[in-house]
């Protein structure tokens, strides 16, 4: 070849590289405002063909973390500057949300220039778009932990210790990870129903030191699955971190996400109240709470919208499905047969079977599912029910009792609970809460609710936590606005909403039963399964739980929510289902125990924590203590 052709070719060559960067780095951009901002239109294309009946395979991961590239990690999506404009000009023109944001405690972070964040670095995170990466489709990722170095095995252990999940594992899967369509095909059938009847939703969600692959996992699930038309924002409530991640580096991710904003507590407020935080800056007129470790299923939004839309009154709640804490699999089940009611123990949230009656009422799979009660983390409402029914109680404290008490005055003050079946959300269930805060505030915050909502009812509930009730504030303001909404009693509630909860009111012993020998009490050491333990001796706590029991007048010494009673065979004091049981106790007059069928009486171990059956006599370690049902007070049937 010629020089002059030589140097002509080398020219040529040399004037396209930089168009081809130019092109690569447009179309690097594109595919994230695609993946982010537009309907579905790549995220939810499966290069994999998952179908609907996807299951969760599981990934051997031998090696250390997959190394994702570094140049496409801290790809940032580029807005135009005149789009951020508006929104920062859109969220300083309110001036009475901001007044009554910083009165509750809160500050918005406004968007900035480009520039602001110069030096910021982000945190390692995969944004690789890989069908066949980590945890695609919701595969299960497994790491052989003998095969990591040691730095690799203090990353491993100090995720767990720091966030009750695999972290580890979190930061392996792309924030941008696809799922299967969760929806049978009577939901798919209705995708166009759906889109007749829509109104823009807010999504709330509140983070306290959450993982950083997490919760951008959570909101690009939002933003990639859900109609650009329908997400109005999505607001996110810093309930004052302290984990550095979450500070600057949050603020520059997220700088150039219009949808997004910020929104920092300026002390601790815990859930309610970081929820409020949220919702009086939000201004779409349907208001969606979501937890911080999720991910939305494709068509999650939709169902919801529609019913709020439909029916203003009603509170929904996607069907909720599992993200493995350890591996992150995750896979929707289209037939969902489940809702929530609440234990007379603790007034705490439960599933069950959805009961003959609901089924019968229901006439296809994709119908609402009418729920007594609905789980706290995942529910979406409309803004002028949440005001109606006065918002959430201010005077609960941190976390817990706030679905209940919503739950109850929905259904009490014209309107309902359901279960929308045709969306689905996973949901990484933590082992442990890493959050610690004071243990008795659940208690506190249940009788709270108890004293507005469950009229003379919330006696079922007080002897199980043995009277108990402390300081639980002032609940007048609460029980003004149950009058001023003229709602139901919470007799209706039982026979109207939840008429298959077994009202123990015929019992005529209530509360521990407790040795004279020693400061012990029988304990029935956990819940219902199928191994159910035996009961066991347990230092008395005097909060009641696995330790109150019930003694009807006919000889059942049961627990009646999980319907077990204790029960002996050849000596041995086991637990079994009371359906399984006859009537074989009588409390002495000596305060033993006799068990009728053989005459022996229950005794407690002296050495260790056994209960047995032996002959009778008049040794210590069989006396025992029960307490008679209070007259003093009504318990209603």
């Not at 790491?143 to 040691?150: A, H, I, Q, R, T």
């Not at 289209?334 to 009656?357: A, C, E, H, M, Y």
């Not at 029991?549 to 086991?574: F, L, P, R």
Request: glycine fraction near 6%; charged fraction near 25%.
């Amino acid at each position: 070849m010629r020089r002059s052709t030589l140097h002509r070719y080398l020219k040529r060559a040399l004037i396209g590289l930089p168009i081809l960067w130019i092109m690569y780095s447009i179309s690097e951009i594109f595919m994230r405002n695609e993946n982010d901002l537009n309907l579905q239109n790549h995220l939810e294309k499966d290069p994999g063909n998952l179908k609907n009946s996807f299951e969760a395979k599981e990934m051997k991961v031998n090696l250390n973390v997959q190394q994702v590239d570094d140049k496409k990690v801290n790809l940032d999506l580029q807005v135009p500057v005149q789009e951020k404009i508006v929104v920062q000009a859109a969220v300083k023109g309110n001036s009475q949300q901001l007044d009554k944001l910083s009165a509750l405690g809160g500050t918005l972070v406004e968007k900035k220039p480009p520039d602001a964040y110069n030096g910021v670095e982000l945190p390692f995170f995969n944004n690789r778009l890989d069908a066949n990466g980590p945890g695609e489709g919701g595969q299960a990722v497994a790491v052989n932990v003998k095969n990591l170095s040691e730095d690799e095995k203090t990353k491993f252990n100090r995720g767990w210790t720091d966030n009750s999940f695999n972290q580890y594992v979190s930061d392996m899967i792309s924030v941008y990870r696809k799922l299967p369509d969760g929806q049978g095909p009577v939901c798919q059938s209705k995708t166009e129903l759906f889109k007749t009847r829509q109104q823009e939703v807010s999504v709330i969600i509140i983070f306290h030191n959450e993982a950083w692959s997490v919760l951008l996992r959570s909101v690009h699930s939002i933003l990639g699955r859900t109609p650009e038309h329908l997400l109005k924002e999505i607001i996110l409530v810093d309930d004052f971190s302290t984990k550095e991640h979450l500070k600057a580096p949050l603020e520059k991710y997220f700088n150039e996400y219009p949808k997004v904003q910020i929104v920092r507590a300026t002390k601790r407020q815990g859930l309610t109240r970081a929820r409020l935080l949220g919702y009086y800056i939000s201004t779409a007129p349907i208001v969606v709470f979501l937890d911080s470790h999720i991910e939305c299923f494709p068509g999650w939004a939709e169902p919801l919208s529609y019913r709020i839309t439909e029916e203003p009154t009603v509170v929904a709640f996607p069907s909720i499905e599992v993200i493995n804490d350890e591996t992150f699999a995750t896979v929707a089940n289209p037939n969902v047969n489940q809702n929530g009611i609440f234990r007379w123990k603790d007034l705490t949230f439960q599933w069950q079977s959805v009961p003959d009656f609901e089924s019968a009422r229901r006439k296809s799979e994709a119908d609402p599912i009418r729920s007594p009660t609905m789980p706290g983390g995942l529910f979406a409402i409309g803004r002028e029910l949440f005001e109606r029914l006065g918002t959430y109680d201010p005077g609960l404290d941190y976390w817990g009792g706030e679905n209940i008490e919503l739950s109850f005055k929905a259904w009490m003050c014209g309107g309902s609970v359901e279960l929308i079946p045709c969306s689905h959300i996973g949901h990484i269930f933590r082992r442990t809460n890493p959050i610690k805060w004071n243990s008795n505030i659940g208690s506190k915050n249940s009788i709270r609710v108890a004293e507005v909502w469950m009229d003379e009812y919330k006696n079922y509930f007080y002897e199980r936590i043995l009277y108990a009730l402390g300081d639980y504030g002032d609940v007048s303001e609460r029980k003004e606005l149950r009058k001023r909404l003229s709602c139901h009693t919470f007799q209706w509630y039982l026979k109207n909403v939840y008429p298959n909860l077994e009202i123990p009111s015929r019992m005529k012993y209530a509360g521990e039963i407790r040795s004279f020998a020693s400061p012990r009490c029988i304990d029935s050491m956990g819940g219902p399964n199928d191994n159910q333990p035996a009961p066991k001796m347990y230092p008395c706590h005097g909060q009641g739980y696995n330790q109150f029991w019930y003694m009807t007048e006919t000889g059942h010494i049961m627990q009646d929510e999980w319907k077990i009673c204790v029960s002996a065979n050849n000596g041995v004091v086991s637990s079994v289902s009371c359906e399984q049981s006859s009537p074989i106790w009588r409390y002495r007059e000596d305060k033993t125990l006799e068990h009728i069928p053989t005459g022996q009486c229950l005794t407690s171990g002296v050495n260790d924590d056994n209960i047995t059956l032996t002959s009778c006599s008049e040794s210590k370690w069989q006396k025992w203590e029960l307490q008679l049902r209070r007259t003093d007070i009504t318990f209603p049937e």
